[in-house]
């Protein structure tokens, strides 16, 4: 698995998850009173900084990401940290 990467592209700026090597993936963006703003389990849907891809972006700050996964064996693994987001 390699790690959680957030990419700035020309204008806009999307976080998305680079994953190789797994059988399933959940990923959960949460803000900061745990209200679930993103969630998906395909690996290659980036997060645009808005809420439930409802176009209006969410105000600057730290939201917190949840991602389980299964790896190659078939083992459950949890990532959990935080994206910082400023525009």
Same mark, same amino acid.
Request: aromatic letters at 16%; hydrophobic letters at 35%.
């Given at each position: 698995?390699? &790690?959680?990467?957030? &990419?700035?592209?020309? +204008?806009?700026?999307?976080? &998305?998850?680079? !994953?190789?090597?797994? +059988? ?21 849907? !980036? ?29 459950? +693994? ?10």
């Amino acid at each position: 698995f390699r &790690r959680v990467l957030f &990419r700035s592209v020309s +204008q806009s700026r999307y976080w &998305r998850v680079y !994953a190789n090597n797994i +059988q399933s993936i959940d990923i959960t963006i949460v803000n900061r009173f745990g209200e679930t703003v993103f969630r998906t389990d395909n690996p290659e849907k !980036a997060w645009l900084g808005d809420k439930n891809e409802n176009r209006f972006y969410l105000e600057d700050g730290t939201y917190f990401y949840i991602i389980i996964f299964k790896d190659e064996n078939g083992d459950t +693994q949890k990532m959990v940290g935080s994206v910082n987001m400023m525009r």
